[in-house]
């Protein structure tokens, strides 16, 4: 199943590769890694999508916070969350094109952010499945580029990660 | 008052109350050998391979309660450290390894002598640490030997590059660490100790499984009042011998690929066990599915959560120090005054003496040629059961846990994680220095004693007078043991030629030497070699023995506890009752 961990970690120099080294040493999967630093400066915020069943899951929150820069862990799955990610996506525009792709984004909430007369930047904002039904909703031969972020998560309600 | 890096470093170890610094210098590190000029405080061992020097400071480790400490250069010193760091990682072994580093502004410019010394070791550390301003030495290296001694012990490198030693700081010592993101578990979760208790109260088949967190935990006093309390049947792990007295009759022997019959056995019958700092090991439960596939209910205490529910899922995980928690467990138990049904435990004890019976350790005599195992039982005598043992990696480390009884905890020194052939020697000279009145064993291989065999200058030099029992099998044996079972007799590259003449070869390095080639003379030579004529000696003791002889028993890959191969006189015997009657809760 897929699963999405927040965690917090001091913002050190290596700190980012521990974790990503023990993804890769111990055979777990990184679907999407975000991270950057928090309102303190000691402090960075990573998000990890991954997958794995429920013993490989748990394995993984374990080992991570086994690593002595990490602060704390959590398995956002766990309960309510908001999941978020962003998407740039560069698309041909000419034509009847121009006009459908301009519907598209609307449809799909989002913004466009660049234009040329042959192109379109559009900005899109939501959960990964969402920018994944973008894409697919669109003709993959207008496709030019395509940029996402992974997702970050946040715990809903009054729930909060921090020290 | 200012002084350098390096200085300060020297300052550090003292601090921390270091002995011995086992190392070999280098361009990086040179600032860091003037300071150790300097000063007297603490002994340098200059060994003649980095790799030595790290399994020397594991072993001190290993064999006391201190936290040995090497020192070794950058670039290809940090390298050949390198294998004695994932050995003491795999083993939970507390260490600080120093490394130098190039110059800060060459780092990254493929300078003279550069390794990423923190990329190469960051999966076989604990942590480690890249020191970047000379100011922050001093809180790096207690912080070095806190995260290496607390919760679950193991290897810390802490890399410096040589302006960094050069530079100039005040010199402060902290007195505590605090580390916000740190925090090792101690106490165990009341609750769940209570649960443990009433299950292996409740237990028809009890069973403790006894690992090298007992050991490393300082807990073989609490392990055997627990054991002796409750009437329990004990196994060790490898890792584990002498955290339970191994001459004691509670004890089954070791469990695993090569344990005893009965300890594996009782493994795979019990109703309720409990593992204590020991991790479910695959040499040691083999196939995860087998061994649950007889319902069993499980405690776990291990102060690492990971080490939990990791090959096998528990009922009872409790996380921390086992001294701690079995202390608590204890406690309880003495208030409350109860004791296990008297009436199941003796139908089990019953059920294991019958096991035991078969004595699956029985091996054929012979007066013509040498058995590894009579050398091992021999020595055993001669030493009184009382010597530090350190092992390579092979058949004669395998023969070594069998035949010698281990009575302490911290007596056994081997590499069972990583099984790195080259630990036994540099290992017994760190046991050595550790312990300067014990007598000193190393059991080894003429395969392994080749990997480190540099080390005999290293024990010239600094009087480690160890008394080194090689059985030569002309083979890496337990290669060929494997080539003869799985691989049809074809023994690929694992015969051992142009073996060197190792009395000479001692006698070379200053030693003493004997060759054995009759069993009639083994008694006698062990008992000149570690007579007192000879006790300040190192001695090379090579005893040629049976180069047929194979370890068992032996749990084949993909088999389960009670599917072991026996040796010859158990052939008949198998694991029959149990294959058709996979309902043992009607046996007892
Ligand atoms: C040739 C060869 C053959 C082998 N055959 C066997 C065999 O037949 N049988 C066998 O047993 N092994 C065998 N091994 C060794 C095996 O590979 C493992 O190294 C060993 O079984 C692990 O022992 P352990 O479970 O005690 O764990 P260790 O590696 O000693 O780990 C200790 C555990 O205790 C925990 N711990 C540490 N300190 C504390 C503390 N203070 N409080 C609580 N918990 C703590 C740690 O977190 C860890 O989980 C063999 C190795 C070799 C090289
Ligand atoms: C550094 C290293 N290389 C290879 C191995 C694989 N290996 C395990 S046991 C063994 C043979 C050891 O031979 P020897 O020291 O003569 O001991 P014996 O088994 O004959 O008692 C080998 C090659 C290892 N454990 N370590
Ligand atoms: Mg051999």
Redesign the interface.
């Known amino acids: 199943m897929r699963h999405i961990l927040s965690i917090l970690?001091?913002n050190e120099?290596?700190a980012l590769?521990?974790v990503v080294?023990l993804f890769s040493?111990r055979a777990y999967n990184i679907d999407s890694l975000t991270v950057s630093t928090t309102e303190d400066p000691t402090l960075s915020r990573m998000t990890i999508v991954t997958h794995g069943s429920d013993?490989v899951i748990?394995?993984i929150t374990?080992?991570l916070?086994?690593l002595?820069?990490?602060?704390k862990v959590i398995d956002l799955n766990e309960s309510e969350h908001i999941e978020r990610e962003m998407m740039l996506i560069k698309v041909r525009a000419t034509g009847k094109d121009r006009e459908e792709m301009k519907r598209m984004a609307d449809i799909f909430r989002g913004r466009i952010i660049d234009v040329t007369e042959k192109t379109y930047t559009i900005e899109l904002t939501g959960t990964s499945d969402k920018l994944g039904a973008f894409i697919e909703a669109i003709d993959r031969a207008v496709i030019l580029e395509t940029v996402r972020t992974g997702a970050s998560g946040i715990g809903r309600g009054e729930r909060v990660l921090k020290? | 008052m200012q002084i350098s890096g390096a200085e300060i470093l020297v300052r550090c170890l003292q601090e921390e109350g270091v002995e011995f610094l086992f190392g070999y210098p280098g361009g990086a590190v040179l600032e860091i050998y003037d300071a150790i000029f300097r000063q007297e405080k603490f002994k340098h061992v200059l060994v003649r391979h980095e790799q030595a020097a790290v399994h020397a400071a594991d072993a001190y480790s290993r064999s006391s309660d201190k936290v040995g400490v090497a020192l070794v250069t950058s670039g290809p010193g940090a390298t050949n450290a390198v294998t004695g760091i994932a050995t003491a990682y795999m083993d939970s072994i507390p260490m600080v390894v120093i490394s130098g580093q190039v110059a800060t502004p060459a780092i990254g410019l493929d300078a003279f002598q550069e390794v990423d010394m923190v990329g190469i070791t960051r999966p076989c550390v604990k942590h480690n640490f890249l020191v970047k301003d000379v100011n922050d030495i001093a809180d790096t290296i207690k912080k070095a030997f806190y995260i290496a001694k607390s919760g679950r012990p193991g290897p810390v490198v802490v890399d410096i590059p040589k302006d960094v030693t050069q530079q100039r700081a005040e010199f402060h010592y902290p007195e505590s660490v605090h580390i916000r993101s740190y925090v090792p578990a101690t106490r165990g979760h009341p609750g769940q100790i209570k649960k443990a208790i009433n299950l292996l109260l409740e237990a028809k088949r009890p069973y403790i499984y006894v690992g090298g967190g007992a050991v490393q935990g300082n807990a073989a006093a609490e392990v055997t009042e627990l054991v002796k309390s409750l009437g329990l049947p004990c196994t060790n792990t490898l890792m584990g011998l002498g955290a339970y007295p191994g001459s004691d009759p509670q004890f089954l022997g070791m469990l695993g690929m090569h344990g005893t019959y009965e300890a594996n056995m009782a493994m795979q019958y019990c109703d309720v066990l409990i593992a204590v700092g020991a991790r479910f090991d695959d040499r040691v439960i083999s196939v995860p599915s087998h061994f649950l596939s007889q319902p069993k209910k499980i405690i776990h205490i291990d102060v690492d959560p990971s080490s939990i529910s990791k090959r096998v899922k528990v009922d009872v995980p409790i996380v921390g120090d086992v001294k701690h928690v079995l202390r608590e467990m204890l406690d309880i138990l003495r208030q409350s005054g109860q004791k296990p049904d008297a009436q199941h435990l003796a139908n089990w004890w019953k059920q294991i003496e019958e096991w035991r019976g078969h004595n699956s350790l029985l091996y054929t005599p012979s007066t013509e040629l040498i058995k590894p195992q009579y050398v091992v039982e021999k020595l055993y005598e001669i030493t009184g059961g009382k010597a530090i043992v350190a092992s390579d990696v092979g058949q004669h480390q395998m023969w070594a846990a069998q035949y010698y009884k281990f009575d302490s905890p911290k007596q056994w020194l081997n590499s069972g994680g990583l099984g790195t052939m080259g630990f036994g020697l540099p290992a017994a000279m760190g046991a050595q220095l550790a312990n300067p009145d014990a007598t000193v064993a190393c059991i080894t291989g003429e395969g392994s004693i080749q990997m480190n065999i540099q080390e005999l200058s290293t024990c010239k030099q600094y009087h480690t007078p160890v008394k080194i029992v090689a059985l030569n099998n002309r083979y890496l044996g337990m290669v060929r043991q494997w080539q003869e079972f799985f691989y049809g007799t074809r023994y690929s590259e694992s015969y051992m030629d142009a073996l060197p003449d190792f009395v000479k070869v001692a006698e070379a390095y200053g030693h003493v030497g004997f060759k054995i080639e009759n069993p009639s003379d083994v008694e006698p030579v062990l008992r000149e070699a570690f007579g007192p004529a000879l006790k300040e000696r190192l001695v090379f003791l090579d005893f040629r023995t049976d180069q047929s002889e194979n370890v068992f028993p032996m749990i084949q890959n993909g088999k389960g506890l009670d599917q072991m191969d026996l040796p010859p006189h158990m052939r008949d015997v198998q694991q029959v009752p149990f294959e058709n009657n996979r309902d043992y809760g009607n046996m007892c």
């Open positions: 970690l001091e120099a290596g590769s521990r080294g040493a013993e748990e394995q374990k080992q916070n086994k002595i820069e990490v602060v020290i």
